[in-house]
């Protein structure tokens, strides 16, 4: 069963067929020196001369500016805390290139607008749900908003059933005791968080503090946050969810909800803050010219040190920050982000123009911020989980039991340190969010994790027919919060867990 208006008889839109109308619309010269060949093309910029005969769409590059969310302003600041004021509805807003295409995203967007907050100083968002009793994807209108990575009460953090009904408002109290780290904000009402996300409703939450700006990273304008995502459009420009218990897959790549686009950049460092914010994509992203990149951290911050990588893969609602730097890309030419998971139409990300030359004063320290490292032998308890289902259409389960909000299926005690293992019963990998708290990966497969996850982390991708066994602390908040596999649809057809934190 297709949800969502299915449009004339069309099944999909391809990324090609993208490209093909783009074209019509935006023609520009293929530049000299380009390091990429004009088939990896993602995007492109200038237009064609009315006098010239416009060539086939698919040997020219073509592209949407990359669109970078706005950040949202404060409705009422104290010397202590911000507040803020956000919306949720059901908006129309041009996605492929002269369609409309009807969203259920916050103020009007998709992503929505990025909240910059700072360490120590308290947030409150007042959020206003705007949609009708059901909306696209046949979903309800209820909403849950989740802030994911966020350290908070458990009053605050959006048990799946904490629900705001249509109609009504609700204000979410984020205290931001914790480190500086690339968070999101997204739905997470009990089976239908799937939904909710395809159809627009997520958006970032970046935490910064004093001691993170003294490091001379690039910042500002050179400061870009890029959330990827797949997706699935009619020939209409609708888009097409058909609630895959599998997992939801698109042939369609967005960043920041633009198809195809590029960057103009200078040839100086830049920081990108990547989020993989599909519903069940992983991505393993790499430069086109096979050079590295500096990873500064993942989920939950900084590392202590950077870590060169040519790639890295991220699975559902896992975060890098990284820096690339274009110096040694003349002007004129030009690099891309690609997927190496991906093939023909998903296998490029983003393109980025080298246009410009200019100083740059930023720097990549090699001390970013010391990690305070959990001892396994001051673990009170180990706990094992195992992950399963999914046969013939059933529910997805962990230890074998559905998700039910009154169960209760750990109780750490506050202010202890546990281990939890993880096994896949599975074919597919799973990626397991924990809320309310940060951890360190221990192992997967038995092995240490790579230097790049050696961090803190709130997500860990459980391999098929694989292992994960991570350490973490309940330091401050008690009360009831969940655990759950990462690809929506999974977690919406139940593999999902609540564990209480006991006084």
Known sequence: MILGKAGKGTVSTSRRQVLKVMGAAAVAPLRPGLIVGAAQLLGGCGGGSSDVPVPDPDSVPVGSPLRVPPVLTPSSATATDDAYVLSVGEAEIEILPGMSTRIVGFDGMTPGPTIRARAGRPVTVSLLNELPPTTLGDAPGEVVIHLHGGHVPASDDGFPTDTVPPGTSRIYSYPNNQL????????????????????????????????????????????VPLVIQD??????????????????????????????????????????????GSNARAYRIALSNGDSFQVLGMEGGLLPSPVAASSITLTTAERVDIVIDFSSIPVGESLVLRNLLGSGDTADILRFDVDRMETDDSQVPSVLRPIERLAVGDAVQTRSFTLSGGMMGGLWTINGNPFDPDRVDADPKLGTVEIWEFRNATMMD??????????????????????????????????????????????????????????????????????????
């Open 180 to 223: 500086p780290a690339t968070l999101w904000y997204h739905d997470h009402l009990m089976d239908f968080t799937g939904p909710h996300v395809w159809f627009g409703m997520a958006g970032l939450y970046l935490i910064t503090d004093d001691y993170e700006e003294g490091l001379g990273l690039p910042n500002g304008a050179y400061e």
């Open 430 to 503: 799973h990626p397991v969010h924990i809320h309310q708290t940060l951890f360190q990966i221990l192992e997967i497969n038995g092995s240490p994790p790579p230097a790049t996850h050696a961090g803190w982390k709130d997500t860990v991708n459980v391999p098929a027919r694989g292992s994960a066994r991570i350490i973490m602390g309940f330091p401050d908040y008690a009360g009831r919060y969940v655990f759950h596999c990462h690809v929506l649809e999974h977690e919406d057809h139940a593999m999902m867990a609540r564990f209480d934190v006991i006084p």
């Open 231 to 276: 997706r699935n459009f009619d020939g209409d420009g609708n888009l097409v969810y058909t609630g895959n218990r599998n997992g939801e897959i698109g042939d369609t790549l967005l960043v920041n909800g633009t198809v195809a686009p590029y960057l103009r950049v200078a040839d100086r460092k830049y920081r990108f803050r990547i989020l993989n």
